[in-house]
Structures are given as structure tokens and as C-alpha cells.
């Protein structure tokens, strides 16, 4: 399962992201969502946990839960919308 975590300190890596899932189960991979232009973190990232009940275990119990001084927002992500390409009027 794919999971939106959300609200996240700045100062939060990829490792602690993963360790704090890692408690619920195996974590197949978790990154952070970075701007391409100052290469710091947006805030927001994704962690894929293959097993889906310790997914929902790590959902139930991470959410609303504090990481590097902030309380995350942790949910199943949505599949990704196709969005038309930028700058075509047409």
C-alpha cells in the first residue's frame, strides 16, 4: 500500500520516515518530496508498505502523531490524476 504522510518538519529524512514505519512492519521504500529549485523538503512524502493490514496499523496509529516536533497526517495515498501538460492552450 502506498501511504501519503503528510505535515512533516522540514528537518524530518527519509530514515526517520522510515523508522517510524518500519515499528508497524516491512517498509519496501519511504521519500520525501523535495523542491527541484532550493533541494529542501516540501514537507509531504510517501512510504510503500507491502503488507496492507500492518499498513492500516501503521496508519491508525502514526496519524496525528508527532515526528520531528510536528503531528503527521498519514493516510493511504490517492492514485495520481493525470494533469495536462503545462504551458498548452490546447
Do not use: C, H, W
Not at 508497524?24 to 493490514?53: C, H, R, Y
Amino acid at each position: 500500500m502506498n501511504i501519503y504522510v503528510g505535515n512533516l518538519a522540514y528537518s524530518v529524512t527519509e530514515d526517520d520516515l522510515r523508522n517510524a514505519f518500519a515499528e508497524f512492519g516491512t517498509v519496501a521504500s519511504a521519500s520525501l518530496i523535495m523542491d527541484k529549485f532550493s533541494g529542501q523538503s516540501k514537507g509531504f512524502g510517501f512510504v510503500e508498505m507491502p503488507d496492507n493490514s500492518e499498513a492500516d496499523a501503521a496508519i491508525k496509529a502514526l496519524n496525528e502523531s508527532p515526528l520531528g516536533g510536528r503531528n503527521m497526517k498519514v493516510n493511504e495515498a490517492k492514485p495520481r490524476e493525470q494533469r495536462p501538460a503545462r504551458g498548452s492552450r490546447y
